[in-house]
């Protein structure tokens, strides 16, 4: 099912397409971040059968495509690889000559395939490769037992936003192409699989009665980053009618607790947006090397456990300890606690439920477009926060959203191309262009048209309008623009005021800063102004009820705000913690500024603290601005490049690499270190 192209603009789609390419500089009729061409072939299916080998930590795969002609005399296609060994191809049954071509930097290796006979516009054919997936896949982690909470089993995840499922699949990779999937996934019997898909059932391997054969089936039509697997000792409990979660058993209740209230942002969800079309909405609370907040797979969102799991001498964590400085009693000082236990940090879930329209029922064409998956998604969490919160709520975590927004444009620089809010990616990598943009200027663009057009109310209209539209299909920005102006035709004078080019392709923060309610912010920056300006004298003024009457939302926002300015003096963080006793919070999100915080202002016995966060866990988030923190602290800097070096090996592919930019580490040399 695909959406009809709204009549709105009627000039050839040649003649749309080039509009934009002129502008933009994208050319929208190929994804730069793959090989496969969108326009002379598409998949509509993949039959997978997955072996997972945990001593060699390769999957043996095989996958039949289904592969749908463009065009008459269709007889090569091209499928995105990475550092696959790939054994055979058929079509049809019928052998097929294949070759890779040249390895590319980020985009790996195309897999070209001559068919043994020719397709006619319209045909599809059966392509199925043989293959093996290489140990150092960027999409795949594999864990020894000794990573994991229970450290008797061993554990794999994959994580294949954005083009890295070639990695663990040869197929088309590139999110304009929407297929469905079953698989068949064999793994040790004392492991359990689990999918993007919705569960079909599971038997004993025929092969090997030591294995289980776990079955799955995913029909509604998904692009290939969504494809997910995970296998381990993991056990699920029911929180839901639609909804179960899963982890290890020894943190399964916990998750249990935190994410109570899933069913209720499904609900919210399905009021503002219209229904949920794929059935089971499962979490699953991943390792702690997991590069991200969440991740989105459909019927199973990964979750970080930066938001549930406390790892102070506990059994979860790459279990590589920080070693600098021992003779600090960092466990006394500094007691490292990532649990928030208080469900504050659950809207990464909202998030998450958000995405199942916006991102994977409507999705980006490519990566270039990427703030129409996340900008639609923050806000469409923010309103689903309005509805179960307040609307003071929404805006509080707007003004927080844009601090992030300006915290991104630092770091990149404000004339970096990549914080265009719709950027070229020629030639550079998706990973490389990940930030808080797409996700904060996107929805400070939603939220600044929502002003513009009428209220909350309005817009949401909009958006459910545009789901509708758009659904089962991925769109460009153009499109979404033309939708845009379709749908307010009669707000067209409004639309034709806003300075399009300074929005979406002009670096830097956006033209417009929207006034937000600063109800809830009030008290935060009260406090933290009375920080930045106290003197010495004036440090026995504060009082723990200070910040004892803050929600933690506002304890984030009142670090959050002191980590704007210059560093604090180091007499002033000593009374902080003397006085607030943050070291004490559970809660990542504060814990995390905190000690950028008090590294910031040269503390010396946080340094350890902050390494060790930075590589307890793996969330990019938490751990590439921690480890630029104690980097720029001169007298450390070394220290930091030794402990990245050490704990390199247990990281994610994505997290190591994007590190080593950070840290300036030469990535062949480092190698052999």
Known sequence: MRAQRVPVDYRPRSARLSSLSAVTGLNVMSDPCSFSSFTRCVTKHLNLHLHLDFDRHVIRGRV?????????????????????????????????????????????????????????????????????????????????????????????????????CRSMIPCQDTPSIKHTYYAQVSVPKDLVAVMSAVRDGQEVDPQDSGRIIYRFRQTVPMPSYLIAIVAGALESREIGPRTRVWSEKEFVDKAAFEFSETEAMLKTAEEL???????????????????????????????????????????????????????????????????????????????????????????????????????????????????????????????GGWKDLQDSVNTFGANNPLTNLVPSLQDVSPDDAFSSVPYEKGFALLYYLEEQLGGPEVFMGFVKSYIQRFAYSSVTTEEWKNYLFAYFKDKVDILNKVDWNAWMFTPGMPPVKPQYDTTMADACNALSQKWLQAKDQDLNSFKRSDVKT?????????????????????????????????????????????????????????VPLALKMATDQGRMKFTRPLFREVFNFEKFRDEALRVFLAHRAGMHPVTSGLVSKDLKVDVSNAASQ
């Open 64 to 164: 039949a495509l289904t592969v749908e002609a463009l065009e008459d005399r269709f007889s090569t296609l091209t499928l995105d690889s990475s550092d696959l060994s790939v054994v055979s191809v058929t079509a049809n049954g019928q052998p097929a000559r294949f070759s890779l071509g040249p390895k590319h930097s980020f985009k790996g290796t195309p897999l070209e395939i001559t068919l043994p006979f020719d397709l006619s516009r319209g045909q599809h054919v059966i392509v199925e490769v043989t293959y093996e997936t290489s140990p150092s896949a960027t999409a795949l982690q594999w864990l020894t037992p000794e990573q994991t909470a229970g450290k008797k089993h061993p554990y794999l995840f994959s994580q294949c936003q954005a083009h890295h």
């Open 550 to 606: 803050l929600s933690s939302h506002q304890v984030i926002e009142f670090l959050s705000l002191l980590l704007q300015e210059d560093p604090l003096p180091l007499t002033h963080v000593k009374k902080m913690q003397e006085i607030y006793d943050l070291n004490a919070y559970m809660n990542a999100e504060i814990r995390f500024r905190w000690l950028r915080l008090c590294v910031r202002s040269r503390w010396e016995e946080a």
């Open 273 to 399: 947006a219209g229904p949920y079309v794929w059935g089971q909405y499962d979490v699953l609370v991943l390792p702690p090397s997991f590069p991200y907040g969440g991740m989105e797979n459909p019927c199973l969102t990964f979750a970080t456990p930066t938001l549930l799991v406390r790892t102070n001498r506990g059994p979860i964590g790459l279990f590589m300890m920080c070693q600098c400085h021992e003779t600090v009693s960092s466990d006394q000082l500094f007691p490292v606690c990532f649990q928030a236990g208080d469900k504050s940090l659950s809207g990464v879930i909202a998030h998450e439920i958000s995405h199942s329209w916006t991102g994977n029922l409507v999705t980006n064409k490519t990566w270039e477009h990427f703030w129409l998956n996340e900008g639609h998604t923050v806000y469409l969490e923010r309103m689903i926060g309005r509805c179960l919160e307040s609307e003071q709520f929404r805006q509080f975590k707007a003004i």
